[in-house]
């Protein structure tokens, strides 16, 4: 099994900035794509970035140009820079990788437990 672990949440101000990590762990697999989605209380969770192996990126457009995710494949991580926070980026954030399993024919997602980014106006 993969094993996604977030870390970097906490509270900030309107303005500020915060940078998530997810590290990956387990053997025996591959990772293509890795990402990040968000959750808010009452509501679906959401894209916000997503990274290929090959460093091919993908954003919601409502962090296009305050976020920038990136990734160091040699540690299966991957970081999402968040700038320019508005009290509507407030949730809960979820790591998720696509991982192909050496004794698979077919890659599997797999998600983190999430961590708590609360945005203060």
């Not at 697999?29 to 916000?48: E, H």
Request: charged residues 15%; proline residues 2%; contains cysteine.
């Amino acid at each position: 099994q993969v094993q996604l672990v977030e870390s970097g949440g906490g509270l900030v101000q309107a303005g500020g900035s915060l940078r998530l990590s997810c590290a990956a762990s387990g053997r025996g697999f591959s990772i293509n794509t890795m990402g990040w989605y968000r959750q808010a209380p009452g509501k679906q969770r959401d894209l916000v970035a997503t990274i290929t192996s090959d460093g091919s990126t993908n954003y919601a457009d409502s962090v296009k140009g305050r976020f920038t995710i990136f990734r160091d494949n040699t540690k299966n991580t991957v970081y999402l820079q968040m700038n320019s926070l508005k009290p509507e980026d407030t949730a809960v954030y979820y790591c998720t990788a696509a991982a192909l399993f050496y004794s698979l024919g077919y890659p599997r997602d797999y998600w983190g437990q999430g961590t708590q980014v609360t945005v203060s106006s």
